[in-house]
């Protein structure tokens, strides 16, 4: 392969992708249609498609989702969920980053206790949660938040612990009160940090949501995952991961362009590129 | 007699180490020295001996042990209103454009943002950076990120300069052009200076008189020398008169003694 410009390789990348996605398409519809190739592992040629589900299935039952309009309650649901235990962890985490960072002694008290709820597999709090809260949106939203805050929170006190001492001391002798530096040094500079973990903390807030559905609810596509597994149907447990998938996707494309616009100061690696 | 702009009375300056509590090293001992108004004062000592300790408690932003500073006749307490620091290290916040950097002091005063704006691009333009005013740090050269440093600092009209080797990161060309950009500046409105390096060559061709500290640790002012030549300088010109050669031989003499020294505490280690 010899040389090519940026713009013609980065077309044959995309390229390659979708020639990628398609082989494994083409493989999993090979190996699950019945009769298309000698059964050689199970006897009855429709059991690969009973424990594998099959492509067209997945995609034909999306559509009917989409165009039956069937879906728009829960996704709305689980986005809603999403959204707001995003939200609400983000607040806490870079609330309580920024105070337990600026006060030593708030965070020497805090320290073990945050460490160990940070180390417990919360997972198992989601039923708890449930009791709690009840089997609405409440119980999921609290779940999310509790995986939500810890990657926030570890990465906002780590952001301010990083702000360089020059700057600071430059900005305290330019005149800076403690209002002024907190404003105009420690948030700004822990928003890279901030950011780096909002990729993470988006993802957190879906399998909250999802999880928590799924454990115990009457609305929601963890909800519709789970009903279907009850009843074996493979192609909606399958046709529900690749929903979420999607939204998971294109939220985390959301923070990417936040991200873009707010760090625009941040150089950027690859500026110029080698011809 | 008029207050001098700054002045160290005794200054001791102990650190306690953080592994070994009972451990104390003491970067200074018993430093005086003075900056008059208006004038311009380099310290120069070997590395390691404490000149940015000391450039740190004239500042406010360290407690000396022991000592007290002056400014203005006035006893210094918490940060040091009447000064500008210019740093050694990168000092601008890297999220903020060139204009806004600039501007930082005056919104910390609480200036109103068309006036500091106009201001700040005025000053750019002085210290010819005229559109650069959206660049970001990283977006500019290290000379020109500390011309940004530099009218940041002017902004505010400190009546006394503290520069802790703000030149010493860049080029030899580029450093002595914002030397000669330095002395411009200063010669408009005479502040007082105190200008830290361990170069002679640029404390003779800046300064009005050059302090030499000893080596460290517990170093203290072992010399003085005024710096008798002629003003306006030009810091390349200048290095070829006789009289700076002069002065940079003596003042070599006594250095070298102390950078030994130096050197020979830092093998031991």
């Not at chain 2, 200074?28 to 590395?47: D, H, K, M, W, Y």
Request: with cysteine.
């Amino acid at each position: 392969m010899g040389r090519a410009s940026p713009r013609t390789s980065r077309v044959r990348l995309a390229l390659y992708h979708v020639l990628l996605l398609g082989g494994v398409l083409f493989f999993w519809y090979a190996m699950t249609e019945p009769g298309l190739i000698p059964p050689f592992y199970f006897d009855d040629p429709t059991r690969a498609k009973f424990f594998f589900g099959q492509p067209l299935e997945v995609l034909r039952r999306i559509w009917s989702w989409f165009y039956g309009g069937a879906i728009y309650l829960h996704l709305g649901v689980t986005l809603l969920e999403t959204l707001l235990a995003f939200a609400i962890g983000t607040v806490l985490g870079l609330a309580f980053g920024l105070w337990l960072a600026l006060s030593p002694t708030a965070s020497m008290l805090a320290d073990p206790y945050l460490k160990a709820m940070n180390a417990m597999p919360r997972v198992i709090l989601a039923p708890i949660f449930a009791v709690w809260f009840g089997l609405g949106i409440t119980s999921k939203v609290v779940f999310g938040v509790t995986l939500v805050f810890f990657v926030v929170f570890f990465n906002v006190y780590q952001g301010v612990k990083e702000v360089s001492p020059v700057v600071l001391a430059n900005a305290r002798m330019l005149g800076a009160s403690g209002r002024q530096l907190l404003r105009y040094v420690y948030l700004p500079s822990a928003t890279s940090w901030v950011f780096s973990s909002l990729h993470t903390a988006i993802g957190l807030a879906f399998v909250g949501a999802v999880v928590g559905e799924y454990l115990g609810s009457a609305k929601g596509v963890g909800y519709l995952i789970h009903q279907a597994e009850g009843v074996f149907d493979i192609d909606t447990v399958l046709a529900g991961i690749l929903v979420l998938t999607v939204f998971a996707l294109i939220l985390d494309f959301v923070v990417s362009q936040i991200e873009t616009r707010l760090l625009v100061w941040r150089p950027r690696s690859a500026e110029t590129e080698m011809l | 007699m008029t207050n001098p702009a700054l002045l160290l009375d005794h200054i001791t300056c102990t650190f306690a180490s953080r592994e070994r509590p009972d451990e104390r090293y003491t970067a200074i001992r018993e430093a005086t020295l003075q900056v008059g108004s208006g004038e311009f004062v380099c310290v120069v000592g070997p590395t390691g001996c404490g000149k940015s300790t000391l450039l740190n408690v004239a500042a406010g932003l360290l407690q000396p042990s022991s000592g007290n500073v002056q400014v203005l006749g006035e006893v210094l307490a918490g940060i040091n209103r009447c000064a500008g620091y210019m740093f050694q290290a990168e000092s601008l916040m890297p999220w903020r454009s060139a204009i806004d950097n600039v501007l930082a002091g005056l919104q910390f005063g609480g200036v109103e943002r068309l006036e500091a704006e106009r201001r700040a691009r005025d000053w750019l333009a002085r210290v010819g950076l005229s559109g650069f005013e959206q660049r970001y740090p990283h977006e500019l050269s290290g000379g020109m990120r500390k011309r940004v440093a530099l009218a940041q600092i002017l902004i505010l009209d400190p009546r006394l300069l503290l520069m802790d080797e703000p030149f010493s990161a860049l080029d030899v060309q580029t450093r002595q052009l914002m030397e000669n950009e330095l002395l411009d500046l200063w010669s408009t409105d005479r502040k007082s200076v105190l200008f830290i390096t361990h170069d002679l060559e640029e404390a003779i061709a800046l300064s009005d008189r050059v302090i030499m500290l000893s080596a460290g640790p517990a170093s203290h002012p072992i010399g003085e020398f005024v710096i008798d030549l002629p003003r306006p300088r030009d810091v390349n010109e200048i290095r070829l008169t006789p009289r700076f050669v002069e002065l940079h031989t003596e003042m070599w003499h006594k250095m070298k003694d102390e950078v030994l020294k130096g050197y020979a505490r830092s093998q031991k280690n």
